[in-house]
């Protein structure tokens, strides 16, 4: 059987290999899976967003399901709001942080996560059978559903101290990176009484700012802001507003591993005896941090959907990965940006101390990631000669290689692109850079560059 689903919903570039023909027969699969019931509806502020999201309510209600169209919206708040609100699922219409010509489609369960990877093979199944449930004697009904944004803002709110975080009178950058947490971000800081400075803030399916994917290689303006303004923090956001990249007061960017290994601190001394799932290519540094408050940690293969199950089946206090994606279990067991905004303002307000100055206090460790363009069957060769050169490294999702208990390299192909990703840790800047120049080499020499 075929393989439609990545690391993360169903992604291709528009009109080539994600064409309108192949968008209805999948989503005619995914009605099939959900059988029943009313199902919602939004889309990011890609060029392609607004077209998809006809198609795939008008194919919903062919097969006899009436959806409600949420519109433009973050992810997190589509998630949230198939949740609060009561549908019996939702579907996404995004590429994440995946360039601008790609789109993509991600089935929510009514639990307000993202489906299971065993829901995912049965939607394959169906697909590639082409066992369609289309004979229905009642077409489904469309209508517009705008609760979904007020829903997400109060179910942050709900899980902080709005009084605490207005008290503070934070100033915040939000680099907004022309994607969807526009809708939101700007109105949540300005409700929890914070003065805000905008970047790329007019959504724009083209991402002309700095891309939909924030990086320490982007984000300079954001970091130059933060100095210039005097302010806070920053955070930019990538382009379906699901993960967020912090700066703090001195323009320095945080790792997505440094904010959460933050912010799970400052939770996990709230909430002691918690769990915490994250992936196996994320820092070592949270399984010290954890032994502190009596918690534990749990590690998963990479992406948000392995993170977010767990989270469920573990009830866990906190999720994050590498990449900016933190989950807080209290809210929604899935990667937030909103959410995560809300916490670190809170984490300000709580203290008197500087963003700069808390991370003082956290263990030390360095990590960076890369990756190289190859196709499929350079990528399998890339993992099997590792795999010869070091028969005991853990192959749970890719390769790891762990040199001790702060040193270490992974190697992984990307669910969502053509490329192969490499991550490393180790205990000083100049041992992390040494790790990876040489396996960026090794690779590189097994592909014949």
């Known amino acids: 059987m075929g393989k439609l689903f990545g690391t993360n919903g169903v992604r291709g570039v528009f009109a080539e290999d994600f064409t309108l023909e192949f968008v209805h027969d999948l989503v005619l699969s995914i009605s099939t899976y959900f059988k029943e019931g009313t199902i919602l509806v939004g889309y990011d502020g890609r060029n392609s967003s607004n077209v998809i999201s006809k198609l795939v309510c008008s194919?919903?209600?062919?097969a006899g399901i009436n959806c409600d169209l949420a519109g433009l919206v973050p992810t997190p708040c589509l998630e949230f709001a198939t949740k609060t609100l009561g549908y019996n699922g939702g579907i996404m219409i995004t590429a994440s942080h995946n360039p601008p010509e790609y789109n993509g489609i991600k089935p929510v369960a009514s639990d307000g996560v993202e489906i299971s990877r065993e829901d995912e093979s049965v939607i394959e199944e169906i697909f590639f059978q082409k066992n369609w449930n289309r004979n229905s004697s009642t077409f489904g009904l469309t209508k517009n559903d705008d609760r979904a944004i007020q829903t997400y803002l109060d179910g942050i709110k709900s899980q902080i101290d709005v009084s605490k975080i207005k008290s503070k009178n934070c100033k915040v950058v939000l680099d907004l990176g022309n994607g969807a947490q526009a809708i939101t971000a700007i109105k949540l800081c300005e409700q929890l009484g914070c003065e805000?400075?905008?970047?790329?803030e007019e959504i724009d399916g083209v991402f002309p700012g700095?891309?939909?994917?924030?990086?320490?290689?982007?984000?300079?303006?954001l970091s130059s802001a933060v100095v210039n303004n005097n302010a806070d923090l920053g955070i930019a956001f990538d382009g379906d507003g699901d993960r967020s990249i912090f700066c703090d007061d001195t323009g320095m960017l945080l790792s997505g591993d440094r904010s959460a290994l933050l912010l799970s601190d400052y939770l996990l001394k709230k909430n002691p005896n918690s769990k915490v799932v994250t992936c196996v290519n994320s820092g070592n540094s949270i399984d010290e941090l954890v032994t502190q408050t009596n918690s534990t940690v749990t590690r998963t293969k990479v992406g948000s959907v392995e993170v977010s199950r767990k989270m469920l089946t573990e009830n866990a206090l906190i999720?994050?990965?590498?990449?900016?994606?933190?989950?807080?279990?209290k809210h929604n067991q899935v990667r937030d940006g909103g959410m995560t905004l809300a916490l670190l303002l809170e984490l300000l307000a709580s203290s008197n101390k500087s963003i700069s100055e808390e991370l003082g206090n956290l263990p030390r460790s360095f990590t960076t990631k890369d990756k190289i363009s190859c196709k499929k069957e350079d990528i399998d060769v890339i993992i099997s000669k590792l795999s010869d050169e070091f028969p005991n490294a853990d192959t749970t999702d890719g390769i790891k290689i762990v040199f001790d208990k702060k040193n270490w390299i992974m190697v992984r192909p990307?669910?969502?692109?053509?490329?192969?990703?490499?991550y490393g840790e180790s205990d000083s800047e100049k041992n992390l850079e040494t790790l990876m120049t040489e396996y960026i080499q090794k690779i590189k020499s097994f592909l014949g560059r």
């Open 319 to 329: 999720g994050f990965e590498e990449n900016g994606g933190f989950m807080f279990g």
């Open 210 to 221: 700095r891309g939909p994917e924030p990086t320490p290689y982007n984000l300079g303006e």
């Open 59 to 62: 194919t919903l209600n062919s």
């Open 414 to 422: 990307s669910g969502t692109e053509p490329i192969i990703r490499i």
């Open 196 to 200: 805000v400075i905008t970047i790329n």
